[in-house]
């Protein structure tokens, strides 16, 4: 075989690598249901046609998180030392723990030492807002449950961990909240567990 051939079988081979990863590996962890999502759908015969709308709040209620309040917390905690968890916990308060609406002095404050933060603050106010009011269209009673009992235990139909917390622990604390429509959990909290 020439160098070519090599270099042809090569890019065949990831090719075939890719395509098993997009077809099978992808939707396996990102079904709802899956323990390390925080989607939750329990019985799929229990799901109203309701919260099944109200899963694209969920979708762009995680994506919110991961692009846009997770890159304004790390530049935060750079600055105040605070853990990435609190950071992360209180912006998600400041925006979605208001049944009125976001709190955009709280966001302002959270990202006070953030370069570009009245930029980042409109952004997360805007997506927020913006999420808020197709949760409201869809119809159903819908909620961003923080709720926490101290020392309430880890329940894995409720809550998943955040980063390196382990399930079983004691709850810590709440960073994202649940997504809840018509008393169903769509999106569990991610929480913080530890003695």
Excluded: K
Aim: charged share 15%.
């Amino acid at each position: 075989m020439t160098p070519s051939w090599f270099i042809a079988l090569g890019g065949v081979v990831v090719l075939v690598v890719l395509a098993v990863v997009i077809l099978f590996v992808l939707p396996s962890r990102l079904m709802p249901g899956d323990p390390n999502s925080g989607v939750h759908l329990g019985q799929i015969s229990s799901v109203t046609d309701t919260q099944v709308r109200h899963l694209e709040v969920v979708e762009r209620f995680t994506g919110m998180v991961t692009q846009h309040v997770l890159t304004a917390a790390h530049l935060a905690c750079r600055s105040s030392g605070r853990p990435l968890a609190d950071v992360v916990g209180q912006l998600c308060r400041a925006l979605f723990g208001n049944p009125l609406g976001v709190d955009d002095i709280a966001v302002l404050a959270l990202l006070d030492s953030v370069p570009d933060r009245d930029t980042r603050a409109a952004t997360l106010q805007a997506h927020a807002a913006a999420i808020r009011q197709l949760a409201d269209t869809l119809g159903g009673r819908q909620q961003w449950d923080f709720t926490l009992l101290p020392g309430q235990p880890y329940d894995e139909n409720r809550h998943s961990p955040w980063l390196d917390s382990r399930p079983g622990l004691p709850i810590t604390a709440v960073v994202t909240p649940a997504y809840i429509v018509d008393e169903h959990i769509l999106c569990r909290q991610r929480v913080t567990t530890g003695w």
